[in-house]
């Protein structure tokens, strides 16, 4: 199953990884 959760806010919590790519482009669960 695909899914896209459109979500807003600074992302704090994920500066790991969306240093390197858009917050929407981030994978999650695989």
Request: hydrophobic share 40%.
């Given at each position: 199953?695909?899914?896209?959760?459109?979500?807003?806010?600074?992302?704090?919590?994920l500066?790991?990884?969306?240093?390197?790519?858009?917050k929407?482009m981030?994978?999650?669960?695989?």
């Open positions: 199953m695909k899914v896209v959760i459109l979500a807003g806010g600074f992302g704090t919590r500066a790991e990884e969306t240093e390197i790519r858009p929407p981030v994978e999650i669960g695989g």
